[in-house]
């Protein structure tokens, strides 16, 4: 792997970016809007869409609204051998569209790294990484790079499996940190150890563009029966106490 370019330089692929450059040499990204400070101040090259789609490794790090336009617009100019990694936090839709649109030709790795620019503040070894190879011959130096080199643990898994499991793990829990991001709570010096947990959530995620807390609700076709499992529950616990109360 001789060159490694970067489409998307938000949040994640900023905070990822350091443990890539520690092991490549010849790392390019580009962005929508102008990030070419950002990209100086990391130590990458800041390229047109076209020369980082001609990379022999090309990691898509954008808002999953903007895979499907990206793959379909430049199908014609995505290098043909190249290996596609990306690291949506969905994996079916993702997955769906690298293989209507990519060429043939080219390999195909989804993951999802199960960490972010707040849960990874203090490094990453020992977090989690899903990868689904979908489409590759280089499976085993991909998992001994994300496991000997930057200490991850590993898991490999479909898109579905990953999706159905994501649904709790990702979309309820996101949707929980929204809903308490949602309402007022008054400073309290009166502190349980559950109550700290229910505000590290919110902290943790409050970071998350809106773009991303989207993309985890409405790409993952198994979120929304679990958001309304839960919002029944809640509607049934609120029932009940009321039954209790008259
Ligand atoms: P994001 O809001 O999902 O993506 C931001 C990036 O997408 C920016 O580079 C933005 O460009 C670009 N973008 C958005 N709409 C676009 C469009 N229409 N055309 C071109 N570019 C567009 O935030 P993120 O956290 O950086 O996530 C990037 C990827 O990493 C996503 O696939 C996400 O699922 C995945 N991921 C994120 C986390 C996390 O904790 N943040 C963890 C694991 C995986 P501009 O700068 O020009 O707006």
């Not at 898994?157 to 159905?164: G, L, N, Y």
């Amino acid at each position: 792997m001789n060159n490694i370019a970067i489409i998307g330089f938000g949040p994640f692929s900023q905070f990822f970016t350091p443990y890539i450059t520690q092991n490549f040499s010849d790392v390019s990204v580009w962005n929508r809007s102008d990030k070419s400070e950002e990209a100086a101040k990391l130590d990458v090259k800041y390229v047109s869409l076209d020369e980082a789609l001609s990379k022999e490794v090309i990691i898509l790090s954008t808002s999953i609204s903007f895979f499907e336009e990206l793959l379909k617009n430049n199908a014609k100019i995505i290098n043909p051998k190249a290996i596609v990694f990306d690291v949506a936090s969905v994996k079916m839709k993702p997955v769906e569209l690298m293989l209507k649109y990519l060429p043939q030709t080219c390999e195909i790795v989804a993951t999802h790294p199960l960490f972010g620019p707040q849960s990874g503040k203090d490094g990453i070894e020992g977090k989690n990484m899903v990868i689904c190879p979908i489409r590759t011959t280089k499976q085993i130096c991909i998992i001994d790079f994300l496991a000997n080199k930057l200490k991850l643990n590993v898991m490999v898994r479909t898109p579905e499996e990953h999706d159905k499991q994501m649904a709790y793990v990702q979309a309820l829990t996101h949707f929980v940190a929204r809903g308490v991001a949602g309402i007022k709570i008054p400073y309290t010096d009166q502190k349980t150890i559950a109550f700290e947990k229910l505000i590290d959530v919110r902290n943790l995620l409050a970071g998350d563009s809106d773009d991303l807390f989207l993309a985890i609700q409405n790409d993952n076709p198994f979120a929304k029966s679990v958001r309304l499992e839960f919002l029944n529950k809640l509607n049934d616990l609120n029932h009940d106490l009321n039954l209790e109360n008259n």
